[in-house]
Each structure stands twice: as structure tokens, then as C-alpha cells.
DNA sequence: GGCTTGGATTGACATTCGTCGATCCAGTCT
DNA sequence: AGACTGGATCGACGAATGTCAATCCAAGCC
């Protein structure tokens, strides 16, 4: 990935600042190690100690960056992670990506 | 609630946030890309079209969450980027951390 | 000393964002 | 149909954030 970095810089910042919240972070782990990678909104309204519509805020803004998505299915929203967009950051942040030297591995 | 994720949920996201706008990315690539991985203040100023304020702003955002690290050699003001602070986000968001399944490699 | 330059800090402003109660909507059950 | 429930959306409020001009400070130069 040459210099395209532009492009890359304004993706990566939306994901980045969606990350960017504590609440938000530990949602994402909690989706991920959920079994099946899939969690309805009533197991992670059980996880957190904060009112309801607050939890829904942050997990929309998840899902509006593509960090998560949502389906309804009956009754109960599901969330997962997307691994893709996961994926995304994790190369930028990978030696040799744009933000790391590429000699300057686990130091 | 796992609160051994509590701790490095508050110290990713102090990260993330950092990195959650896209100048303050192309900063740290901009630094990170270049010759002995620093860059004074000058190089950076010449890069991007805007007041001096507004780029000492972000690099100071940067350096308070420890992603840069500024040293003032003479008159110059020089920035590295602190590989250890890449580091932390890259593990976390490594096949395996906490917001990555460790069998989901770039499906 | 006084002048100039690199760059950090300040202050004001508008915008965005997090928080939370209140409301609304879609499924489900009777 | 009406009642109930899971959750999304709305609205208001305060706090944090980005932007930029103006100012200030330190280092070099005359």
C-alpha cells in the first residue's frame, strides 16, 4: 500500500475514533469473545452498569463506523464484530504499515 | 464484567482517540516515514495547509497520549513516534487480542 | 541590547460528543 | 385488538474538541 495514505488516513480515523471511547472498546471485546462472535443487546445490557439507551449511543456509533454491525433478528438485536474493518487498523498498525517502522518489532 | 479489560480498555482508548482524526494520522505517518524517524516541526508545518496553531495543536494532542514524543534540540522542535505506544494498539488489535478472534485472519 | 524566527500557548468561538430521561416503534403473547 | 417487552430514537444539557488569530517565549543573530 503506497501512498494512497490520504484516502487511508480519513478510513482509519473513523475507525480509530470510534475506538476511541472505553465503553467502546471493551463492547467490541466483549462481542468478540462472546460465543459465536455474536451478541444480542440484552447480554451486553447485563455487562454494563449504565442506562440503556446510553449502551445503544455507543453501539450504534460502532456500527455506523462498521466496527460492528446489527441485525435484528425477532426481537433481540445481534451484534458481531467486523472483522474486516478490525483488520483494517490492524495493518495499518502492523510493522511496516503506515504508522510503523517496519525494522521495529516488538521492541 | 472482566475488569483486567477495564484497565486496557481506558489505555487504548486514550490511544484511539488520539489517532481519531485524519490529520493527526497522516502526522504520525508523515513522522514515521521519514528519514531517522523524526521530523521537526518545520518539515511537518510544510506538509499541510494550515495555521501554525492548529498543527502544534495536534501534535501536542499526540504527544500528551504518548503516541509522538517531542524534543526540543536548539531552535527546532523534533518529533519521533513512540513505537511502544503502535505497539499496544497493534496487539490489541492483533489475531488472538482482545478485539480480534484469534481465527478470523483476513477472511 | 534589540531584532528576527520557530513554535508553543492562550482565548474565543462554533461544533461535536457523551449522558440520560422520555418517547416511540416493532415483535410477541393472550 | 390490547398489553407487554426489547431497543432504537429524540431532545436537552453540559463537557470536550477542532479551528484560528493573537500573543508569548526561547534561541540565534545583528
Chains 1, 2 share one sequence.
Not at 440503556?52 to 460492528?68: E, N, R, T
Not at 474493518?85 to 517496519?102: E, F, H, K, M, Y
Request: glycine share 6%; aromatic share 6%.
Amino acid at each position: 500500500m503506497p501512498d494512497q495514505l490520504q484516502l487511508d488516513a480519513t478510513t482509519a480515523a473513523r475507525l480509530f475514533k470510534a475506538l476511541g471511547e472505553p465503553i467502546r472498546v471493551e463492547l467490541v471485546g466483549l462481542v468478540r469473545r462472546t460465543e459465536g462472535q455474536e451478541a444480542c443487546f440484552c447480554d451486553l445490557a447485563d455487562q454494563f452498569d449504565m442506562p440503556q439507551s446510553s449502551l445503544s449511543h455507543h453501539l450504534k456509533i460502532l456500527v455506523q463506523a462498521g466496527v460492528l454491525s446489527r441485525e435484528r433478528r425477532g426481537t433481540w438485536s445481534w451484534y458481531r464484530v467486523d472483522n474486516a474493518a478490525i483488520d483494517t487498523l490492524a495493518q495499518v498498525l502492523a510493522p511496516g504499515g503506515p504508522l510503523r517502522d517496519s525494522s521495529a518489532c516488538c521492541d
